[in-house]
């Protein structure tokens, strides 16, 4: 069972900038994809981004390609989400998500675990 604890979350102004972490308690870390997902109030939850076991390829979501970056540390078992240039259509619930192979995923069943979510406001 891995264990994912997001952090970094908050109330940001419309082109500020915010860095999500998601800690993970699996030591085999390193054998995981990683996702981040969000869900804005009232709409469905979507894939935002997505990264390989090592971090060679990754994958985002044309609402915010260019402006959020993910990355990881396998060495810390934490994935990050770099998110730059907020827009106010950026508020939401995100969610870190890890998938039991190595290789990325974009939809919600293809993940296996997920943290409890940390809140980002972008005000306008």
């Known amino acids: 069972q891995v264990q994912l604890v997001e952090s970094g979350g908050g109330l940001v102004q419309a082109g500020g900038s915010l860095r999500l972490s998601c800690a993970a308690s699996?030591?085999?870390?390193?054998?995981?994809?990683m996702g981040w997902f969000r869900q804005a109030p009232g709409k469905e939850r979507e894939f935002v981004a997505a990264?390989?076991?090592?971090?060679?390829?990754?994958y985002y979501a044309d609402s915010i390609k260019g402006r959020f970056t993910i990355s990881r540390s396998n060495a810390k078992s934490t994935v990050y989400l770099q998110m730059n240039s907020l827009k106010p259509e950026d508020t939401a619930v995100y969610y870190c998500?890890?998938?039991?192979?190595?290789?990325?995923?974009?939809?919600?069943?293809?993940?296996?675990?997920w943290g409890q979510g940390t809140q980002v406001t972008v005000s306008s």
């Open positions: 998500a890890a998938r039991g192979v190595r290789w990325i995923g974009t939809t919600i069943p293809e993940y296996d675990y």
């Open positions: 699996e030591r085999t870390f390193s054998s995981y994809a």
């Open positions: 990264i390989s076991w090592t971090g060679s390829n990754t």
